[in-house]
């Protein structure tokens, strides 16, 4: 209920049907998906929302928002895909099967960075994550230039 909310199959395919959710996605059996209601709550609140999404679900989210100046997208990027694969594997929770449909989906989507304002490398937490908040800072500071 505070990161995530976990729902049954026939309630997802549901909220799906009723154009609830934001954005979503099937991958590896499971749904994954943001309904709209909670993103829209937040934001009349006047609230930033921070999604972390697959790159189908942020083509929709960039779509739904793409007359709002205050919408930010950035795309982290693994150092190698060696490296990404040596820390799915290091989870140890997943099986093989599984493992392999991640990496070729993140092959798949790192064609797409291009689609993001901004790309940031995922080497280092503490330098990637200054470096995601400085994007936002100047990204909050152009919002109050332009108002």
Do not use: C, H, W
Request: charged share 40%; proline share 3%; no cysteine.
């Amino acid at each position: 209920g505070q990161d995530y909310f976990f729902v049954s199959e026939e309630r997802f395919e549901e909220a799906i049907k009723n154009d609830e959710l934001l954005e979503y996605a099937r991958f590896v059996g499971n749904y994954y998906g943001t309904p709209k209601a909670d993103v829209e709550k937040l934001r009349e609140e006047g609230k930033n929302v921070f999604l972390e999404i697959e790159v189908e679900g942020a083509k929709n989210v960039l779509e739904e928002y793409k007359e709002d100046k205050g919408v930010l997208s950035i795309f982290l990027l693994p150092p190698s895909l060696r490296e990404l694969e040596k820390r799915i594997r290091g989870r140890r929770s997943e099986p093989e099967e599984i493992i392999q449909e991640r990496l070729g989906k993140a092959k798949r989507e790192m064609g797409l960075k291009k689609n993001y304002q901004f790309n940031v490398l995922n080497d280092n937490i503490n330098r990637s994550s200054q470096e995601i908040t400085r994007i936002i800072d100047l990204k909050i500071k152009a919002n109050k230039v332009e108002d």
